[in-house]
């Protein structure tokens, strides 16, 4: 945070601002999350079960890339700021990665598709969005003046770019239809093309807006204790703690939203469902944030937790007694959106929580390794969900040139979004079951 002393908030200009950049990466990242399998699958011709473990491996390295693009961050010096000059630096070229991104050449063979599918890949996700990304959230601390500043722009950011995902997710079928549909490798180079544009322009607003405050430099005995990465992580890693948060990250991010496209179109019969789906699993997420606190402080952190494992374990369990009918899967994932919700909305108090335990058993502060390691975790999850996915399918035998696919690939996506969720949310509730945490506040 800023060592402004002034107790001012942000003005509601520059809180839009900062959230507008935001919004952007959900035209960009939150339709790679949620269409770039189907993309490869039914477009390109590339099998699930690659573009499964491909994503995998770069979200991987994704981790790693994380803590690099922090450092170069911390280590640079600029007229309008570290976290600013970046998030200029990167914009454009995230914008020209997506496009590249579904321009995969439609006459080249097939191992040819696989290499540039996994270089744009690997320079979207791991070189352009983590630079971008990291630099934009870490702007947050260099423009707010209060933790009440951060807490309102937080919130509103939270909203907005929910509403955008959703937005985006409820237009895009319909949209590509009018371009050409699925199969048709220039609608979706369309696609990308306008929203690569849009994320563009809305970024700008926060390059050009939102500035950052001046900090004050570090004490040579700060910057000593930041070179002592290295034993502190080992300790880290020693705590009990640690390892039920950092599978609470992993699992909250393992979700199979990529799948949605698919059983949308084949299992529920309407491609436009998927929209749907996306917002029976986020609004409740939404709609739970008002009142999480109050019911923290009335039942405690860790029985909170405890009940949404349960929550996020019935969606699973409701979908499964009709997997083929709308009103069970919506239903299941509603559930399921308030114990993530849950999850969502405390999850990052958890690693505050794992650093003042730490202080207070080992005498040290290990902010930055709690808070860098657990986000390898994030990455981790979102690539094993993705790849889960594609290898799912490819079990299945998926066919992208089929109009209406086999029964066991009918089963595959039902035992996914259902067994699947049953696996994920019980584990949710058995790292929260171990974890000695349990603050009120």
């Not at 699930?48 to 170069?72: N, P």
């Not at 204790?225 to 909250?252: A, D, G, S, T």
């Not at 083929?324 to 994932?333: D, I, K, N, P, Q």
């Amino acid at each position: 945070m800023s060592q402004l002393t002034k107790e001012k908030q942000s003005s509601m200009g520059t809180k839009l601002a900062w959230c507008a950049g935001d919004i952007g990466f959900s035209c960009s990242w939150g339709v790679v999350t949620s269409f770039l399998t189907m993309y490869y699958t039914d477009s390109v011709g590339l099998s699930a079960a690659f573009a499964g473990t491909m994503m995998l491996i770069c979200r991987l390295f994704d981790g790693v890339s994380d803590l690099i693009a922090g450092a170069i961050i911390e280590k640079t010096n600029s007229k309008i700021g570290k976290c600013r000059f970046w998030f200029c630096v990167s914009m454009l070229p995230l914008a020209i990665s997506m496009i590249l991104l579904f321009s995969v050449p439609t006459g080249a063979s097939l191992m040819a598709k696989e290499v540039y599918a996994f270089a744009t890949y690997f320079f979207m996700g791991v070189i352009c969005y983590t630079m971008a990304n990291i630099a934009y959230n870490s702007l947050l601390s260099r423009f707010t003046y209060s933790s009440q500043d951060v807490v309102s722009v937080s919130t509103m950011r939270t909203f907005l770019s929910i509403a955008a995902s959703l937005g985006v997710s409820m237009v895009f079928m319909s949209a590509l239809a009018k371009f050409g549909g699925i199969a048709d490798a220039k609608a979706w180079r369309t696609m990308a093309i306008i929203l690569a544009l849009i994320g563009f322009i809305l970024q700008m607003f926060t390059a050009i807006f939102v500035k950052e405050h001046d900090i004050k430099d570090q004490t040579d005995q700060e910057k000593k204790e930041k070179r002592k990465v290295l034993p502190i992580f080992l300790l880290v890693l020693k705590n009990k703690n640690f390892w039920c948060i950092l599978i609470e990250y992993l699992l909250i991010n393992a979700q199979f939203t990529s799948l949605y496209a698919y059983y949308a179109r084949d299992v529920l019969g309407n491609a436009n469902y998927v929209g749907v789906m996306n917002m029976a699993a986020l609004i409740p997420v939404v709609a739970l944030q008002p009142v999480l606190s109050k019911l923290v402080r009335k039942f405690g952190k860790r029985r909170i937790m405890l009940f949404a494992g349960v929550l996020a374990t019935l969606q699973g369990v409701i979908v499964m007694i009709n997997p083929y009918s709308a009103m069970f899967v919506l239903t299941g994932m509603v559930i399921g959106g308030l114990g993530r919700g849950v999850f969502m909305g405390l999850v990052f108090t958890l690693s505050a929580d794992l650093v003042d335990d730490i202080r207070k058993k080992n005498k040290i502060d290990a902010e930055g390794v709690c808070y860098s390691t657990t986000s390898i975790g994030t990455k981790i999850g979102s690539g094993l969900g993705t790849a889960i996915v594609g290898w799912v399918l490819a079990l299945g035998n998926y066919n992208a040139t089929l109009e209406i696919q086999a029964g066991s690939t009918l089963t595959s996506m039902t035992m996914l979004l259902g067994v699947g969720s049953i696996v994920l949310g019980a584990g949710m509730f058995v790292a929260c079951y171990f974890m000695d945490i349990n603050k009120t506040e």
